[in-house]
């Protein structure tokens, strides 16, 4: 469960005028401090889509905005768990007494330990073991827990607002891990998508999960989905922006036509770059007008 407040010193707006943050990287630090994804450690699962979706903004500036700041040590993420590290947290937010310490257990559990932050972060705790449980932190240093696959206890928290992206990208990719490259590059055609009224997938089913599966594989993972998908929102064809034959005209691009393997390498290879014909021309072989984009 989220915190129901968090400190946010006044001496943070001098800070982020000393580092000279853009506006998006102040937006973005503000809101790890307090976004109710936030817990008391200042390690918690917030995946870039997430990110996205609650600042109304797109995955790459996100990218942008996080890189800033993890240039300047305010934080660590790490994109294949989708957790994030503020190191500095626990200075603005300090664990109170021992009770405290025992309420916030079952979150230092959780944190994974293949996190390439994970002893960076264990450090962070350690300055603070006497507000813990005798033997807590030794346990964590350790690496004793539950049987999870990475060795810590697999916790499972209430993740409230977790569950309002259910009218969003979390909704649509089926309550898929938003970490999964999968996930990802579903979320990412429905933001390229929302940009130009191109048709929206409401559910990432096992036929789109096998398709999209396939394109990360053969062709780069998601930085090859990224660069098909600025191919296509640069494409006069698939955006709608130069004219189409009669029988194509109302056709929108989508999902299950760019995730067809001929239809993707096409695209890659600057298939649909090209103007259209003029309206009434003969149609080349092969063409839209011939038939299938």
Known sequence: MSRSYNIVRPRFWAWAKEKELS??????????????????????????????????????????????????????????TGWVFIPGFLDHNPIANLNVGKSLMSF??????????YKAFLLVIERTAERFPDGFVDRMRNGIGNGSPNGMPTHEHDHEHDHEHDAGAAEAA???DLTDPVA??????????????????????????KALSGILK??????????????????GFLTGKTPRD?????????????????????????????????PGSAPARGSWAAGQP
Request: glycine fraction near 10%.
């Open 23 to 80: 506006a998006g990287a102040r937006e973005l630090a503000l809101y790890c401090l307090t976004s109710p994804h936030t817990n008391g450690i200042g390690c918690f699962r917030l995946p870039i889509a997430y990110i996205a979706e609650d600042l109304g903004t797109v995955s790459a500036t996100v990218r942008k905005t996080v890189s800033e700041l993890s240039k300047i040590g305010f934080l660590h993420h790490d994109d294949s």
């Open 108 to 117: 230092v559990e959780a944190v994974p330990r293949k996190a390439p932050f």
């Open 174 to 176: 089926g309550e898929a």
């Open 184 to 209: 990802e590059a579903f979320t990412l055609y429905r933001e390229a998508a929302k940009r130009h009224s191109w048709s929206i997938p409401r559910k990432l089913d096992a036929d789109r999960s």
């Open 218 to 235: 053969e062709w780069g993972g998601l930085d090859g989905w990224r660069e098909a998908l600025g191919k296509a929102e640069a494409s």
């Open 246 to 278: 009669e029988a194509h005209k109302d056709w929108r691009c989508n999902l299950d036509f760019l995730t067809m393997p001929k239809k993707f390498r096409r695209l890659m290879e600057g298939g649909y770059g090209g103007d259209m014909p003029p």
